[in-house]
């Protein structure tokens, strides 16, 4: 297996993708190409005492960054000798069996949907986050298509039951239908009609509606919405999230009291401060595409980007790709392990 | 003032809501009047022993009772006995000021706009759920319409900030417009025009758009939304909240010295979860109407009731209904006091 490794994505590069490239490199035996500025990666190497030929990694050398501040289609226009757009366009060619970057989400997500393309018969490809719930829950889209028909909300179902089956190893995994309400009518014209299409499929176990004071409680496996408000979503957890453990840390440094009281549920604090860390299982897989593609977190560290990339070997493995495609259209299944459109 | 109080409302009618008029009784002088079933009123008060005819309440009596169960039409069709439809209409003669009810919000709502009929020039009434973040948000809707044109965007900017500056005394309040991105070509068409609305609005301060993760840190007074982002943003926040507190339970119920530690941090916790605790803001208000409205939670405890009705008394005290149709109609300001549309 072969992963291609953005090593100038994300707000830790290089450093912090090198570690994590190393870190991988001992768990799986996945060939690794970093692909980057190969001075930047040399001397910052060298610099932190890495002897970075030792691990037996390819280089590929390019001058261009796609920063977050670049428009989406920067990857295809401006910006081609960048590492993302360089990366994407070898997985196109066949040179690698997957892409692994923690860039811009919205060119990462152009650029795969234009130079690597989608699966044959998949209308929209997603980015689909691993939601740090009471039970993980990979959110459908979370940001990729802000508006969508109900087609491709039965689409986002079926591929994130796949991976959610393939890769996380769920039994039949549960999908829910992002709505304000349980009941069958609720929500938009769109919402109606993708609850008709979703209970209707025989390929899927829809549980129904499913509200955003459930998710938290992991009621699902597999949460259908569009990306504007699958991105909502994705941020308000966040943010809810960030919000109260600072405020508990206020509670925790008040006085000399408090911050014993602190040493006694140090562990415990710590094990529930894991629990909501999504990067535990890797980086967000956009689904519908040609080839595996992992967006790692802006923020990944080394154990994060390990993660990311042990995630992308896997999906390789498992040939997740093709499970799609013979989920989505199952009569194309022959052709369709390369096949892709527009 | 002339508060009228729906008492078979909510999760915990009557006795909490019979508790919650004697407690406002005591703290604000309006005249409470409670509408109900007489029978049921007086057995509750009497099993708890409450002598109900102790406090100048005045009395309507109502056979029947909107359930959460019933569709929001049942308000006008089916049961025009019940305590909030006669409540509804009651406003609507002038015989009261204000309405309280913890009862079906889509009833509530429907009822309101059919009954008690919007300010003339209001396109849309929103249901103003206060979001208790690190700043309380007024979120501008938090459901009542799941979809809507960018005019009404700048309404619900405008309805919001009114309250926030009068009810919640806020000087000139902050108006964020939720969205994907920071960038104002971000999200939807109604989305980006709606930006430009709200950025050439005088009359208030917009500061842009708001993301999912900066929500819980207070960034705006208010938050302006369709009712379907907003009521996943409402129930994900209370989802997220609960989540986390009950996971924070479990880590102080480990074993000993965790009960221990959780004595040394008691008050700090008991803080930071009445600072979570809408209710001391009192309910929901419903925004746009020719008369307030006042929607409070389903799960209303006396203290709750308490601040709705005083809350309730407020808006009538701080003429909001006219402040908003300033706003809106400056030129209607004179016929709009008590001036209604459709």
Known sequence: VKILLDVMSGDNAPLELIKGAIEAKSE???????????????????????????????????????????????????????????GLKMLSEGKADAFVSAGNTGALHAGSTLIVRRIKGVKKSAIGAIMPYKCPTLLMDSGANIEITPDVYLQFAQM???????????????????NIGAERQKGTKNLVEAYGLLENAPDINFIGNVEGKDLPYGVCDVAVT??????????????????IMSR???????????KVAS????????????DFDSSTYGGAPLLG?????????????????K????????????????????????????????????
């Not at 569009?226 to 919000?243: P, R, Y």
């Not at 508990?248 to 408090?258: A, G, H, R, S």
């Not at 498992?318 to 459109?341: D, F, H, R």
Request: proline share 2%; hydrophobic share 40%; aromatic share 6%.
């Open 263 to 274: 040493v006694g549920v140090k562990k415990g604090l710590k094990q529930m401060k894991k």
């Open 226 to 243: 569009d990306g504007f408000t699958g991105n909502i979503i994705l941020k308000l957890t966040e943010g809810c999230g960030s919000m």
């Open 289 to 305: 595409l040609s080839k595996p593609v992992i967006k790692a977190h802006g923020s990944s560290d080394a154990k994060a980007i």
């Open 160 to 178: 994130g039951s796949v991976y959610m089956n393939k890769i996380m190893k769920i039994e039949n995994p549960r999908v829910g239908l992002v």
């Open 28 to 86: 799986c035996n996945a060939d690794i190409t970093l692909i980057g500025d190969i001075d930047v990666i040399n001397s910052i190497s060298e610099q932190n005492g890495i002897n970075i030929n030792d691990y037996g990694f390819e280089f590929v050398h390019t001058t261009e960054v796609i920063s977050m501040e670049d428009a989406p289609l920067s990857v295809v226009r401006e910006k081609k000798d960048s590492s993302m757009s360089v």
């Open 307 to 342: 993660n990311a990339v042990k995630q992308a070997a896997y999906c390789v493995e498992t040939s997740m790709v093709y499970e799609i495609a013979m989920m989505i259209v199952p009569e194309l299944s022959e052709q369709n392990e390369a096949g892709c459109s527009e």
């Open 248 to 258: 508990l840390k206020d509670v925790f440094y008040e006085n000399l009291i408090t």
